[in-house]
């Protein structure tokens, strides 16, 4: 059985622009959540999604955002990039709605120069 | 919010001793408690969960406690080899709002061989 899918593994972007990142949790997985990993603050939540529905955001301006797709599959999108943003992107996915037994990707690392 | 420490920051050990990685968290309403194992270059690996209505939980030479009066829940790793080297982080969360975990700060464990 695969295992969550992140895609690219490794993004180099200029400051201002803006990137999509992807995530293909386990099939049959219907939660997908996104969390950034930086050094200074660890491991945040940035928001989560069960059926293409937003169930909960976490503490991070209007510039990050996401999506799910019916067949689960998830997009993040950080707009106006800062230095800052550099950081691990993770996704995790979870068979149910509790959000139990949730497995993590490998990450996308983003740069931001 | 749910706030989550983490205790010690670094551990080191010799091979075939005991690890104890510690955590408090401060939202009563968390009833979920799942570790996580983080090798460089990868994303968190699930090792081991534990909810709120159970005390002690163990698989192999992994276990964890928990201690809902107090609100702190504890990582037990017997027998440790070099491979358990990594960073480990405990996570708390509230069943029904899915993967949105609140994650400790990380300890980093060394086993010496």
């Known amino acids: 059985k695969a295992g969550v899918t992140q895609t690219p593994r490794y993004l180099i972007k200029t400051r201002g622009q803006q990137v999509t990142l992807s995530c293909s949790p386990i099939?049959?997985?219907?939660?997908v959540s996104w969390y950034q990993q930086t050094p200074g603050q660890g491991l945040q939540f940035l928001f989560e999604?069960?059926?293409?529905?937003?169930?909960n955001k976490g503490n991070f301006p209007g510039r990050f955002s996401g999506r799910q797709f019916s067949n689960s599959r998830s997009e993040m999108n950080v707009s106006t990039l800062e230095l800052g943003d550099s950081a691990l992107y993770l996704c995790?996915?979870?068979?149910?709605?509790?959000?139990?037994?949730?497995?993590f990707g490998q990450g996308t690392r983003l740069t931001v120069v | 919010g749910e706030n989550v420490e983490q205790h010690p920051s670094t551990l080191s050990v010799q091979e075939g001793d005991s690890a104890v990685i510690k955590c408090t968290y401060s939202?009563?309403?968390?009833?979920?408690f799942p570790w996580y194992k983080q090798e460089l270059g990868k994303g968190p690996q699930l090792i081991i969960d534990?909810?709120?209505?159970?005390g002690e939980k163990k698989d192999q030479r992994i276990a964890v406690t928990l201690n809902k009066t107090a609100k702190h829940f504890s990582l037990h790793i017997t027998e440790t080899q070099p491979e358990d080297s990594a960073v480990y982080f405990c996570?708390?969360?509230?069943?029904?709002?899915?993967?949105?975990?609140?994650f400790g700060t990380g300890t980093s464990l060394t086993v010496i061989p």
């Open positions: 995790a996915s979870s068979l149910n709605r509790a959000g139990t037994e949730a497995f």
């Open positions: 099939s049959g997985h219907r939660s």
């Open positions: 999604y069960f059926s293409e529905t937003q169930r």
């Open positions: 939202d009563s309403a968390s009833n979920y």
């Open positions: 534990i909810r709120s209505n159970v």
């Open positions: 996570a708390a969360s509230t069943l029904n709002t899915g993967n949105q975990f609140y």
